[in-house]
């Protein structure tokens, strides 16, 4: 019965994800109509488990018990369970408390608020990163090797491109920048060591920043010039991770059959470590695809930190207290 | 009378009496002898030399492998190989050999006959020289004898020609000899290489247990020479002795060389092992007297079949090593003691200046010794007969204050305390003078380091307490100001702060009101539970309460803006942000634990004024010119279109009532509201009018006649003469308060108050109006360690302590006296019955102090006087005048820091050694020392990290670094040059056996709780350059290391900046109203200061100090302004420099110099200018404008939360040091990991491809250049424009 009731679910769902994926697509077309489409590709980069050619070393994955061999998908939605606000933009256009030359580049266009984007519609939850805890031991052998095709991460407008980058830890990356203003991209990894460099103006050649190791989860990257600027990156030593997109979607492919632990993060998600899920089991049977939709509320999201000091200490004790603006002293 | 052949006596007796005579003087012969044989010390030096041969055997056990005989037997082989190979040119070898031979000869008889010739030579010479002066002075008179010396002289040079030649020959001979003979010889001197250390081992068991079957010879005289007689012709055990004739010992008054001979029993004192290891470990239960021959001749046993010798393991059942006890073990830490290259060789210090205790005694009763506890006492007693000395003054000191005699000669204490090479080699000792620094003992009882202008110890005197007193002492070359300040705060301003409610209450009983205070108690001690005291206790608590009142001077108070609603919630924030957490603790931060000032929890119910609170916070200064509070430039400040005053809010904070909780009570709307009650509730003290005029009356009838008491208290005024002659002098007595006026009860208790300060010494530690001038009133403690024991007024306190002197538990009388713990002490020790050894520590501590208190000891009398001063007078007041009761008072003392004390005071004996033993550091080694009593002075460390973290164990990764395609090739030079590479191996194993490392670093990130156990890991930011044995490789900064936390063996805090590290994670907690990451926390807090003798320029800093400007924008709190001298700043900015090895107190800059410059601008015309566009360059292109205020263009903040503002640059010039600044400039984070400056002259990448020729290593180095020519090109080149028109709306808020 049980089972039934499930692949019932599973069809509805496929059919659910075939529209999204159809209006996405839509949106899409509709969006490279009215703002010009992105003129590079990897502007819009979506993560895939790419082919890689030899099979790579198995340790064996504690978290992953693999029956029988072959391999399967994970596709679901993300959602967020209550109400979605419309975020200030961090940067609103003509800012004009932004120095000079920032206010050219950086409010020319209003900077939006990413850390928490809700599709009004769907209410699905972007930015969300579901990965598999730990490296499993049968990696299908095309994805084992970490591609050799780089990476980009871009900034323009004083904002970076993407919000949420995975990636397999050994990739490539390249560093990148769209804007007539100076970056100094600053990476706070966790297992490696930072990147802080400044990126010239409109350096589409690119810094390489390479992350020796993988990380245990994504790792903020600032723009110390920029404070507002902010991003993850997420160096995993496996394929198995995805971003969802702006609909809240995610798929995971070529994942080994077996029962896996799986973990999902937010940036603002409870606790250091930001995982809204930890340790999820969900099993992949071969050749098939498995559905995974998962639901937060509001109270599952915090505050994030953020990357200026002093000055973000003030802005609150200005609203605690009543500030009377005479500036007389009696001091003689 | 004739003579006859009669004896006066009976011939046969007398045969009998004279026989007898003689075998009983052989017998007393005998018995001498045998008596002087059998000193104790032959047999422990029989038994070291046996354990010294039980060691060598051990060794030679170590060589009787296998393996080595294989390799002996090779070597062997070789040998004969190589011999049978030269005979085989034996042909060739014996005409050489013999031609050797034959030079030699030659060589031997030329040389002799030449020493013949040469003295003919100058006979003739001679002969010569007797005609000159026998008057021939004529050419040809003198010709004959010129002829004869000629002759000689030219045979000699002869002869010395030939020698030459035949040198030449015979080492021509001998060359060709050694070069048939090479394969044998080589083959030899390789197997005697090879055999060294055996050899030795041989010849040393050879000199201290020949073997009787291989070395008879040998073995028979050294048994022959252990005779009884025959061994006083020097024998092998004989006393040994260190004479030190410049370390004089006193005796009788008189000074002695010293003679020490307790290297005739401690024989193995000195050995070493290579590697500076300890010989003999010293272990309390290894080889003794009493065990010594179960572990060297092995265990008789009793079994079945018959009793046998076993040979007795040395590896105990735990595994551990049987090591060596007293007196057979080395002494330990042989870096820092007795060794040659030790800074106290045995040689040249002996034992007993360190020691004390009898050198010339060759007895264990004699060198007296001293045990740790009576327990041990009575141990040594059954064991060695021991008993006090009571001859000789200065036995030993026991373990637990042995430290004390380190101060005759250092006398700056701080080196004992921290050394960079040695670590705390005193704890105890340093401890006992950080508690004297604390309490500030020296208010009463001088210190003083000087002796007619001669340095006798250590220095703790108040710095002069007014201008003519510090100008008598510049004025005298032999005097030196004391440095001290008084530890309490200054109560000329007194009134200006609090009520007499809560002052009286303060007086009485300071702990009633704060637990945690170093104000000592004065009243309702032990000497005043009587009626007459509870009577006259009261009159003079309120009459120093009065007299500070009234003779508190006025103190103009500040007051916030007018209108200004200051906010305490916003003052909670600030009071946690602007430092006062560093030096403060507040129950609102339970995690901050300072307490260099007083906790500020319950301040509201002090303080009266807000106002005098807000200037004392705003000017410390005006209320206390020597406070140690810093100003912390709380000034009102504009945070975007608002004024906030922070000091006027967190005096708000700070006075704001509190719940039962602590937690702040809002009013109506939801704000917390000022202390309604405040110091108010303390009422004031009751007092009786009787007991006043009772009190007055004894201190009058001390002036003035009975009769003469009883008028003035009649009459209300003073009589007329009497007062006049109060006028007249120039010291005014106490009875000033009394002779304008009529005589009221106020003015009564006034003078009372006047009295008690005096009689109290109140002024010790507190300024007080009137007291300027006062001398300290306690003993003065500099010789205090040789007081004469007789003169100790012990009085009745045997007695009190068999039936008290136990505190109270839980507001009972402790049923246990003192006597009684000790007994138990003493039991416990015997029998073992301790529960810790922590308790045995301490108990028989108690039993020590006991015991040392019966036999009159010095160090007993010291540790019940701390513990309970007044306890000397019990059953002593019956018959003592009220004003003659004992006045010192309790200090919140614990018994281990009463120890420490003791150590600190028992050392003070004013008797410094030969100038040459005195430790009088010069250069770096003093500038350290003076620095850190300065740190100490300003809890410099309170705010700051000096020293990092260590952290040991096995991180995950340990590859070297290499170097990034972004870094510039020359920065790794530069690296290791300011960051030398230490080695990180050390000893340690983890349990899995895997060797730890060790390294300096901050923690990144501490273990997620959520992680599997496995996963568990701390990252830590390295922050040195560490290497691991392999050359040329390193791992540095800002390398992230992965320690597991299974594989983590220690983490140490570092040194200081508790503060910064709370405030780190407070504001990662979003204290400050926002969470931030742990690396904008850290830039946030007060910034490390590892290495800053490197990076800035000491005449910078010194400037700095003195006087510090805003450097940093990122920073929540401004480093404040110290109430410190020039002298002192100068001081402690040499302190940094020296601690990192850099030049100071100038350092050179050659980037500034003609010849670097002109050799610049040889290859690149118009350097300066183009360095100075690097650096200057206008947003956006440029980089350092983007951040920096630089050339002379200000910068444009904007929004403070959207702007990063760094350092302005026109202060780098003359704040930091040329090659820091160029690694800074390289790569920022080799220097500080979690700095927010990028990497901006990246190796791969052409930043200005206009400017030298877009080479980024050439364009970091001009930037340097740029910086520290600075004002020069600024002079030359004019203010830097803006690239960007200023936007007057973006400016807004922005501070310029």
């Known amino acids: 019965m049980i089972g039934k009731s499930n692949w019932e679910n599973f069809d509805v769902r496929i059919a659910k994800l075939k529209y999204a994926l159809f209006t996405s697509a839509l949106a899409l077309v509709a969006a490279c109509l009215f703002a010009g489409c992105p003129e590079q590709a990897h502007v819009t980069v979506t993560i895939k488990p790419v082919a890689g050619a030899a099979a790579a070393t198995a340790d064996a994955g504690a978290g992953t018990e693999t029956a029988a061999a072959g391999f399967g998908t994970l596709v679901g939605t993300v959602t967020f369970d209550g109400a979605a606000k419309e975020r200030p933009p961090l940067i609103a256009k003509g800012d004009p408390t932004l120095k000079p030359e920032d206010k050219q580049v950086c409010a020319a266009e209003p900077v939006p608020d990413e850390s928490l984007l809700v599709n009004p519609g769907s209410k699905g939850l972007a930015n969300v990163v579901i990965f598999l805890e730990k490296r499993p031991a049968n990696i299908k052998p095309e994805l084992a090797a ?169 802005e609150r004790l200005l609203k605690g207290g009543a500030i009377v603006v005479t500036q007389k002293e009696s001091r003689p | 009378m004739p003579a006859t052949e009669d004896f006066a006596r009976n011939l046969r007796t007398m045969h009998v009496v004279s026989a007898a005579s003689a075998f009983a003087l052989l017998a007393t012969t005998l018995w001498m002898m045998q008596a002087d044989y059998a000193d104790e010390w032959r047999g422990i030096q029989r038994v070291a030399y046996e354990a010294q041969a039980q060691q060598i055997d051990d060794d030679l056990l170590k060589l009787d492998t296998q393996e080595f005989a294989d390799k002996e037997k090779d070597l062997e082989q070789q040998v004969k190989a190589a011999k049978e190979a030269v005979a085989a040119r034996q042909a060739e070898v014996d005409p050489a050999s013999k031609e050797v031979d034959h030079l030699d000869g030659e060589f031997q008889r030329l040389s002799r006959e030449l020493k013949f010739q040469n003295a003919k030579r100058d006979k003739v010479r001679a002969d010569y020289d007797l005609k000159v002066r026998d008057g021939l002075t004529s050419k040809k008179e003198l010709e004959p004898y010129r002829e004869i010396f000629d002759a000689e002289q030219g045979k000699a040079t002869e002869m010395d020609l030939k020698l030459q030649d035949l040198q030449l020959k015979f080492d021509t001979a001998k060359a060709k000899l050694a070069d048939l003979t090479k394969p044998r010889d080589e083959a030899l001197a390789a197997k005697k ?186 141990d040594w007693h059954k064991k060695y007969g021991y008993s006090y000395n009571h001859f000789w003054e200065y036995p030993m000191f026991p373990k637990r204050l042995r430290e004390a005699t380190c101060l005759k000669c250092h006398h700056n204490v701080v080196e004992l305390g921290v050394n960079p090479k040695f670590g705390a080699s005193a704890p105890k000792l340093f401890k006992g003078y950080e508690l004297i620094r604390q309490y500030g003992c020296f208010g009463c009882h001088e210190i003083n380091g000087f002796n007619a202008g001669k340095a006798i110890g250590p220095d703790m005197r108040l710095e002069p307490q007014t201008p003519e007193e510090a100008e008598r002492i510049a004025a005298d070359p032999s005097s030196v100001a004391g440095t001290m300040r008084k530890v309490g705060p200054g109560l000329r301003h007194f009134a200006a702060k609090t009520t007499r409610g809560w002052a009286e209450n303060w007086v009485e009983e300071p702990q009633r009101f704060r637990p945690e205070t170093r104000m000592p108690q004065f009243f309702n001690l032990t000497n005043q539970k009587d009626s007459h005291a509870k009577d006259l206790q009261p009159v003079e608590i309120a009459g120093i309460v009065e007299f500070l009142f009234s003779k508190s001077e006025k103190e103009t108070l500040d007051h916030w803006a007018e209108g200004y609603v200051p906010d305490a919630e916003r003052g909670k924030v600030l009071f946690s942000q602007r430092g006062c957490l560093a030096c403060h603790a507040h129950g609102d931060f339970p995690g901050a634990k300072a307490d260099f000032g007083p906790n500020l929890t319950n301040a509201h119910q002090k303080i009266s004024s807000m106002e005098w609170l807000y200037s004392w916070v705003r000017e410390p200064t005006r209320h206390s010119a020597r406070t140690r509070m810093p100003n912390l430039y709380l000034e009102p400040e504009k945070v975007g279109d608002a004024m906030v005053d922070p000091a006027a809010d967190i005096a708000a904070f700070l006075l704001s009532n509190r719940d039962a909780d602590g937690k702040l009570v809002p009013d109506a709307d939801g704000k917390p509201v000022r202390d309604t009650v405040g110091p108010d509730k303390f009422k004031q003290i009751e007092w009786k009018k009787e007991a006043l005029d009772e009190l007055s009356r004894l201190y009058l009838s001390k002036v003035l006649t009975n009769a003469k008491v009883d008028e003035t208290l009649k009459s209300q005024a003073y009589p007329d003469k009497e007062a006049a002659s109060i006028r007249s002098v120039a010291i005014k007595p106490d009875e000033i308060e009394l002779i304008e006026g009529p005589i009221t009860d106020k003015t009564l208790l006034r003078y009372i108050g006047r009295r008690s300060i005096s009689r109290y010494g109140c002024y010790g530690c507190h300024d007080i109006p009137g007291f300027e001038k006062a001398r300290p009133i306690g003993t003065a403690l500099q010789d205090w360690g040789r007081k004469d024991p007789t003169k100790l007024a012990l009085e009745h306190i045997e007695e009190f302590l068999h039936h008290h002197g136990e505190p109270d538990v839980d507001g009972k009388p402790n049923p246990q006296s003192t006597a009684q713990r000790a007994q138990a002490a003493y039991r416990n020790g015997l029998n073992g019955n301790f529960t810790s050894e922590e308790q045995r520590d301490r108990e028989t501590a108690a039993a020590y102090f006991f015991d040392q208190l019966n036999s009159h000891g010095r160090a007993g009398f010291l540790w019940q006087k701390l513990r309970d001063p007044r306890s000397y007078d019990y059953k002593k007041i019956e018959t003592k005048n009220y004003d003659e009761r004992l006045r010192m008072p309790k200090f919140p003392f614990s018994e281990s820091d009463i120890e420490a004390i003791a150590n600190f005071v028992l050392g003070l004996v004013a008797e410094p050694p030969a100038e040459k033993f005195v430790y009088r550091p010069q250069g770096a080694a003093k500038a350290r020392i003076d620095g850190e009593k300065l740190l100490a002075k300003y809890n410099c460390t309170g705010c700051h990290m000096v020293e990092l973290p260590e952290i040991t164990g096995l991180p995950e990764d340990l590859t070297p670094y290499e170097l990034a395609k972004s870094d510039i090739p020359e920065s790794l030079d530069l690296l290791l040059k300011l960051k030398p590479p230490r080695d990180a191996r050390t000893k340690l ?215 990063t503002r760094g350092p302005d640059l026109d202060r780098v010039t003359n704040r930091l040091r040329p090659d820091w600044l160029q690694l800074w400039l390289f790569n920022p984070k080799l220097i500080t990991p979690y700095t927010r400056m990028p990497q901006n002259f990246a190796n791969d990448k052409h930043v200005f491809p206009e400017l030298f020729g877009g080479n980024a290593r050439d364009q970091a180095v001009a930037s340097r250049d740029a910086l520290m020519n600075y004002l020069r090109i600024l002079e030359k080149e004019g203010k830097a424009t803006a690239a960007a028109p200023a936007d007057s709306a973006g400016a807004a808020g922005g501070k310029q």
């Open chain 1, 146 to 314: 970490p591609p050799k095709t780089p990476v980009f991460f871009d900034q323009k407008g004083c904002r970076f491109l993407p919000h949420v980058l995975a990636f397999q830890s050994g990739q490539p990356l390249l560093v990148i920048s769209d804007d007539k203003v100076p970056h100094n991209t600053h990476t706070r990894p966790k297992r490696n060591a930072e990147f802080n460099q400044l990126i010239s103006p409109n350096d589409r050649a690119g810094k390489p920043c390479d992350y020796k190791k993988p990380e245990s989860g994504p790792i903020s990257v600032v723009c110390d010039l920029h404070p507002w600027m902010k991003a993850y990156h997420f160096p995993i030593d496996h394929p198995y991770v995805a971003v969802t997109d702006k609909d809240g979607k995610f798929k995971i492919e070529g994942l080994p059959a077996g029962k896996h632990s799986f973990n999902v993060w937010h940036e603002r998600g409870p606790g250091d470590s930001q995982l809204l899920e930890r340790k999820l089991q969900i099993t992949i049977e071969a050749d098939k695809e498995a559905t995974k939709d998962l639901s937060y509320g509001a109270g599952k999201f915090a505050v994030a930190p953020v990357n200026t000091g002093r000055t973000v200490a003030y």
């Open chain 2, 193 to 378: 290489k090879y055999e060294t250390e055996l050899v030795r081992l041989e010849k040393a068991k050879e000199k201290i247990a020949p073997d009787p079957r291989t070395q008879t010879g040998v073995a028979f005289k050294r048994w022959l020479m252990q005779l009884p007689i025959i061994e006083g012709f020097n024998g092998p055990l004989k006393l040994n002795q260190i004479w030190l004739p410049d370390l004089t010992v006193t005796l009788g008054m008189k000074e002695a060389a010293r003679y020490d001979r307790c290297i005739t029993c401690h024989l193995n004192i000195d050995r070493v092992n290579t590697g500076n290891v300890p010989a003999y470990t010293h272990d309390d239960h290894g080889i003794s007297m009493s065990n010594a021959d179960e572990y060297l001749h092995g265990k008789t046993v009793t079994t079945a079949d018959g009793i046998r010798v076993e040979k007795t393991s040395r590896v105990r059942s735990d595994g551990s090593i049987v090591g060596y006890a007293h007196p057979f073990s080395t002494h330990p830490n042989p870096d820092l003691y007795l060794t040659a290259p030790s800074p106290h060789p045995m040689q040249k210090f002996g034992c007993t200046s360190c020691h004390d205790g009898q050198g010339s005694g060759t007895s264990f009763h004699n060198a007296s010794h001293a045990p740790d506890s009576p327990d041990i006492g009575a």
């Open chain 2, 989 to 1203: 194993k983890l349990p899995s056996g895997e060797t730890a490392i060790s390294f300096h670093g901050m923690l990144v990130k501490p273990p997620d709780p959520e992680d599997d156990p496995e996963d568990q890991s701390s990252f830590y930011d390295l922050w040195e350059t560490i290497s691991l044995g392999e050359k040329d490789k390193f791992m540095i900064p800002p390398n992230r290391i992965e320690v597991k936390v299974k594989k983590l063996l220690s983490k140490t805090d570092g040194r200081g900046g508790a503060f910064a590290e709370w405030l780190v994670d407070d504001s990662m907690k979003g204290g400050g109203g926002t969470k931030v990451e742990r690396s904008v926390a850290r830039e946030m807090a007060p910034p490390t200061l590892y290495q800053e003798g490197l990076k800035v320029q000491t005449p910078w800093l010194f400037a700095f100090l003195q006087n510090p400007d805003r450097l940093r924008y990122t920073t929540v709190l401004r480093m404040p302004q110290f109430n410190m001298t020039s002298d002192e700043a100068g001081k402690l900015a040499n302190y940094f420099a020296a601690v990192d090895g850099a030049a100071y107190p100038y350092q050179e800059v050659p980037q500034r110099e003609p010849e670097y410059l002109s050799a610049k601008a040889e290859n690149h015309p118009h350097y300066l200018s183009d360095a100075w566009k690097v650096v200057t360059m206008g947003p956006p292109t440029g980089f350092c404008a983007g951040c920096h205020a630089v050339g002379g263009r200000p910068f444009v903040a904007g929004d403070p939360t959207k702007v």
